[in-house]
């Protein structure tokens, strides 16, 4: 492959947080990724309807990226009323980015564990590499999944070498420290006052305050 592979990070982002911030830092050097393009969903399809509006996430997430180099904000989404959906979103990144880039789309163990439920869920193997995170000590492997999902594991877990040898189709796993939050987490505290300065970045937690957002 000519280039390095690229990182995936969709999410709501209500609100972008440290946790975020750290997970993809960790899958950059890790994963030996060329960047990390964050992906704000407009209309999530998977929960219930975000509390901030898209512009103000994807706003919140371009605060939280400006002084990395390495990350680029992708606002497609954010500005679509439709639902959204990764293998559309994948293909339409294929568009942009060629049929040779390594694409790698970064997510959770929790998310992988429910990737059957995902519209056209076994399509994204061939649009990208899958990078599954989660704390020391879990083992994906010994983990009990779905014989469709299990199947699949079997057939592509590799290593992340592999991640630059194909445009697509290796799951891999990484590990990031524990001490992780949510942003239900970070709402909730929010909401009652609590001290949040360690969660959020500076410029989030600016913008936050001046917008008056996640307030009882």
Do not use: C
Not at 19 to 44: I, N
Request: charged share 20%; hydrophobic share 45%; glycine share 6%.
């Amino acid at each position: 492959m000519s280039e390095a592979p690229l990182g995936i990070l969709g999410g709501t982002f209500d609100p972008v947080h440290t946790a975020h911030l750290r997970l993809a830092e960790e899958a950059v050097h890790q994963l030996h990724l060329g960047g990390v393009l964050w992906v704000p969903t407009g209309q999530p399809r998977h929960r219930a309807p975000p509390l901030a509006n898209a512009e103000q996430r994807l706003a919140m997430v371009r605060l939280a990226t400006a002084n990395h180099s390495e990350y680029q904000v992708d606002a497609t989404e954010a500005g679509s009323t439709e639902p959204s959906y990764t293998v559309p979103t994948l293909e339409r990144l294929r568009q942009i980015h060629g049929a040779r880039r390594p694409l790698v789309l970064l997510m959770g163990a929790d998310a992988f564990l429910g990737l059957t439920t995902w519209y056209r869920w076994r399509e994204l193997f061939a649009l990208a590499h899958i990078a599954v995170v989660s704390r020391p000590g879990f083992d994906l492997a010994t983990t009990p999944m779905g014989a469709d999902l299990a199947d699949e594991f079997l057939r592509r877990a590799d290593r992340v070498a592999a991640l630059a040898m194909a445009p697509a189709g290796a799951i891999v796993t990484f590990t990031m420290e524990a001490g992780t939050v949510s942003s239900t987490e970070v709402r909730a505290k929010l909401r009652a006052g609590s001290a949040v300065e360690e969660l959020l970045p500076a410029a989030v937690l600016d913008y936050i305050q001046h917008h008056r957002l996640y307030l009882p």
